[in-house]
């Protein structure tokens, strides 16, 4: 009884900009709620979460597929690359390349594949040319999709006016925040066609930025956000060298994920 779904790939996934302390690696994530509501319509269904920040598409294939395949999964969730496009020296190419033929390796084990395209985020005009590569990529998924209709679901999110609210991004410009996670897992779950429980309550008016805010603001970004992601670049490190995944093993989640963190952390301020 119950099926597994198992998603891999970056910081997306793993749930960056969804902070929360009580869930592995401080994060919760459209995953984790996608989860849960499937166990709400079957609790004896199984999820695992093999995902971490700032992986490229090379690290989810050689450290993920594999691992997640072994587990059997009915349902497996893939977006990865994101991390390559930021990269201008990366040919695109090669790149598509690689996630098709990732992409075919998941299709041949017969689980249904989740692919996504990503959002055409409003960015500062010094990140534009990374846009254009985005645009490339989302139509080459697209193309995936339309190949392998009766096994690949499209979460096309590219087209959702919703992420056009800067309120639904963290802080960083790059990763969505709770609200956006959390309208992440229902238009999913639509999707899908799983009836579940989670409400999306509309944003009020938006706030009016003046001119000096605006570029205070965009200042900081650089500053806080920007400069130290390229730094890390040249230096090799990524925010994701220290971490595993937030669920390696499948869980039920019917049994409480926080509850399950708590027992899992349990052991380590005993000691």
Known sequence: ??????????????????????????????????????????????????AIRSRRLAGVVEEQIGPALDL???LISFYAGGNDL????KDLGQLLQAYTEAVERLVSSGARVLLFTGFDVPLHPVLEP????????NEHVRQIARQYPDSVTLVDYWAWDAYGDR??????????????????AIQIL??????????F???GPSERVGLVQSVHRD??????????????????????DELQPKWPEPIRPADGMKKMYRRRRRPLHEN
Do not use: C
């Open 201 to 203: 309550e509309p944003f």
């Open 219 to 240: 200042v900081e970004w650089l500053r806080q956000w920007v400069l130290p992601m390229f730094g890390r670049r040249i230096r090799g490190v990524t925010l994701g």
């Open 167 to 184: 309120r639904m991004w963290d802080i960083d410009k790059l990763h969505m925040n709770r609200a956006g996670h959390r309208y992440m």
């Open 130 to 137: 990374f846009k254009r590569r985005n645009w490339v990529f």
């Open 72 to 74: 059997k999964p009915d």
């Open 86 to 89: 930021l990269e201008l020296r």
């Open 190 to 199: 639509n999707i899908l066609g799983v009836r579940h429980q989670l409400e």
């Open 1 to 50: 009884m119950g099926g597994l779904f198992v998603a891999i790939g970056d910081s997306f996934t793993e749930g960056v900009g969804d902070w929360d302390v009580r869930h592995p690696n401080g994060v919760r994530g459209w995953a984790d709620r996608v989860a849960k509501q499937l166990s709400k319509a079957d609790p004896g269904s199984r999820y695992a979460n093999l």
